[in-house]
């Protein structure tokens, strides 16, 4: 039996495949996919486009109150999950490098928290909704029907980056890709609000060893089960 509503949360590091698994489990079930990395690197953008000094914790909320964040649904399985900020079209310019690094950044400011973390509730409330992020098991979404949290070293997670940002045409520098997922996975699990970590009842799968597929389906038969 499938599911007729719910909430599935994915979470994980960076790299780990949530992105590729979330999309297929939510057109396997006719879910909405929520990207709220997605949403994390607009901020990124615009703070950093803005020139505000992060510690100004109240022009970073002036700045985010006057924000508006569109996402587009991602045009085919292997697309990303587009964005409009503030009515110009950044889907491509959030997927660098440079902004992971900026998205892990901001993450850690309470404003940003708070104003994503509401947004992401509300698009929630529609139900039906594969969200995927860092916190979305644990904070988010804390009453999800299914949570997952996927994991695999950092080597494998940097292959599959690097395989990922060669096939949108950009150049690839391994070992300080390597370097930046370590940094960031050291960010994102140590920040004081809504760190990285596995929510107690989530399901922990290692992607490392397995097809995208094979994932999928393991997500695909625990949902199943009910
Ligand atoms: O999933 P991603 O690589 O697009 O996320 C970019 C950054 O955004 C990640 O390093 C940390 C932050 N993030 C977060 O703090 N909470 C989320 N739910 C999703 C992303």
Redesign the pocket.
């Known amino acids: 039996m499938l599911p007729e509503s719910g909430i599935i949360t994915i979470d994980g590091p ?1 790299g780990v495949g ?1 992105s590729t698994i979330s999309r297929k489990v939510a057109r396997a079930l006719s879910f909405t996919y929520l990207d ?3 949403m ?2 607009t901020v990124g953008l615009k703070l950093q486009e803005s020139g505000i000094e992060l510690s100004e914790e109240s022009a970073v909320r002036h700045c985010l109150e006057n924000t508006r964040i569109e996402l587009v649904p991602a045009a085919g399985e292997r697309a990303d999950v587009g964005v409009i900020l503030d009515g110009r079209d950044v889907s491509r310019k959030i997927r660098s490098p440079e902004m ?1 690094m900026m ?2 950044t901001v ?1 850690a400011l309470p404003a940003v928290r708070e104003k994503l973390t509401r947004m992401q509730q509300e698009i929630g409330k529609q139900g039906k909704i594969v969200a995927e ?4 098991g644990t904070v ?1 979404f804390p009453d999800a029907s299914w949570k997952f949290y996927l994991d695999a070293a950092p080597e494998v997670r940097m292959h599959r980056r690097a395989d990922q940002l060669r096939q949108s045409g950009r150049d690839v520098d391994e070992k300080a890709l390597l370097q930046m997922i370590m940094e ?1 996975d050291h ?2 699990q140590t920040r004081s609000i ?1 760190p990285l970590c596995r929510a107690e009842e989530a399901h922990v799968i290692d992607t490392g060893r397995l097809s995208v597929d094979e994932v999928a389906e393991a997500v695909l038969q625990i949902v199943r089960e009910g």
């Not at 992020?133 to 979305?136: E, I, L, M, N, S």
């Open positions: 960076s949530k709220t990395g997605a994390y690197r992971s998205a892990s993450s992020g860092r916190d979305t988010v960031r960010n994102d809504a």
